[in-house]
């Protein structure tokens, strides 16, 4: 894939020469101090019509420069991405390096305080569609704790269209109900609309600015400003966090020049898109970002509803057919990379794609052969993986400090997988269930039977340990370990998964784990054998 360089976050049609104009000045000056042509594309990517997700869908170690909202920066992205800059805007709304959303009321209604929209409908330009079943499990206040899960979600959710309306709205979000819209301006279109049920929108204040200067002194007819939500750090413009230090450098130092560039087009083009500078003086850091959301996220929690957990009854647990389809995935993708990287070399991990778009890593233990004699053995001598598949809990579930779980947990990934032997483990295999939804994991192993594959692994793997005594208790809500046998199903390079024992484990809310509480909070534990004579064997081990 060629260098991407996108900036879809203000990408009006009314606006694209000037977005034009101000990306060939960058490029020119980034050429100028010595970054190669090839580099940066020629031709800046924009929207033409399609939905924000699929211009940012794009290889994030192929990306030289974009600008994207400050939730995916510390979430979804956060390992993908550099912090090169932050814009200073001229919109009313913004001060420095902070912006802020416009409330719009319909003109029909009256009052301007958060409680005068209490069970009122506010539109919403993306929640994203994998908030739908959200939508119905939690308070429409928790929706907009977005951090640090589904990071998909993140990316197509809004923090000036979601968080910063809740921030605004208080202890008045939970009443109020979300319906989306698709974008900030068919916001404004569904407010303005008398037959639509919404009367309440949040607009990025750069955005109301562009638009209102792109439709005339008519733009409010039908609506009314009722008044501003509070600040956080304007969009940031990011790199790969593949791009060297050097070139980190050179993209700044490009931005900073086009900042201060006296060509008029490039001045004119400035002020049509209200942007003053772009600050690179690293006064506006990662953490400035993550502070800010953080903070504001805590203050939805403290006005949420109370928490209610009871642990769940331990039932008979049915396997999930939808886990076992998933676990296919992942191992159709090591044997077709087995079948196109035969030489490949021990504890070399790789990037990958599943279908839908899901994200995907890979790494053998083992020459790439072993992998298929296991998953692709004789239906007569079936040999052994295991299987796991864990759910977040709800938003309202998380802790205050959720984003050092999620560092934690990624951060005990790694050192698993670091410290995973050819003597145990095959292949190890990581995947989305869903497009940036929660990963699972499949490992095949060496021994020739699932009960002597998870022992040794458990054996010979500390940070396992460390990860299901203090990392999972806090990062999952449930989790599901299928210990499988596998062989060739009918058809070339197909798998059947057998399943004999799942173990179900239960976590109370880590939220809870931040409070006293009477409640008890040790995980629930369910083992399930599919087949009666596995307990002897698994009990044995």
Known sequence: MAAFAGLPMYDFETVRTAHVTWYTCIRREAIRLGLSQSCLPTALETSDGRSMDEVLTFDPTKMILAQTCGLPLISGYRRALQLLGTPVYTAEGCSGTNYSSVIIASASTTGDLPSDFQDQIAAVNSLSASLGHLQRQIPWSCLVHLLNSYPILLLLGSLSGSLLLSAWLGSSASTVQPVTTGSHAQSLVSVRDPDHPACLA???????????????????????????????????????????????????????????????TVMAAKQSLKLSKVDVSGAVKFEDYEARIVALRETLIQQSLPIQYTPPPL???????????????????????????????????????????????????????????????????????????????????????????????????????????????????????????????????????????????????????????????????????????????????????????????????????????????????????????????????
Do not use: M
Not at 233 to 248: I, K, N, R
Not at 341 to 363: G, T
Not at 507 to 532: C, M
């Open 315 to 541: 039932t008979t647990l049915v396997v999930v057919e939808e886990d076992l389809n998933f676990l296919q995935d992942l191992a159709k993708l090591v044997i077709a990379t087995a079948r196109a990287e035969p030489n490949r070399q021990p504890h070399q991990l790789s990037l990958h794609e599943l279908s839908d778009e899901r994200s995907a890593r890979l790494v053998f233990l083992a020459p790439p052969a072993e992998a298929l004699a296991v998953l692709l053995a004789p239906e007569s001598k079936p040999r052994a993986c295991v299987g796991f598949v864990g759910d977040r809990p709800p938003q309202h579930w998380l802790a205050k400090d959720d984003h050092c779980t999620v560092d934690a947990c990624w951060a005990t990934d790694e050192e698993l997988v670091r410290n995973l032997s050819a003597d145990t483990v095959v292949a190890y295999c990581s995947g989305q269930r869903s497009p940036g939804g929660d990963w699972g994991n499949l490992v095949v192993f060496q021994a020739p039977t699932p009960h002597q594959g998870i022992a040794a692994f458990r054996t010979h793997n500390p940070p396992h340990a460390r990860a299901t005594g203090s990392v999972a208790p806090r990062y999952y809500q449930s989790v599901r370990i299928h210990a499988l046998k596998v062989c060739q199903d009918q058809g070339d390079d197909q798998v059947r998964f057998t399943p004999c024992r799942t173990l179900q484990v239960e976590y109370p809310p880590p939220s809870l784990l931040d409070n006293q509480t009477t409640v008890d909070l040790k995980p629930t534990r369910r083992y399930h054998y599919w087949q009666e004579e596995q307990k002897a064997l698994f009990e044995a081990t």
């Open 202 to 264: 949040s607009i990025d204040a750069v955005s109301f600015a562009l638009l209102q200067e792109a439709h005339g002194p008519d733009f409010l007819d039908g609506l009314r400003v009722v008044g501003f939500t509070p600040a956080a750090p304007a969009l940031p413009y990011v790199t790969s966090a593949t791009t060297s230090p050097a070139d980190v450098e050179i993209l700044k130092q490009a931005l900073h020049a086009a900042s201060i560039s006296q060509d008029p």
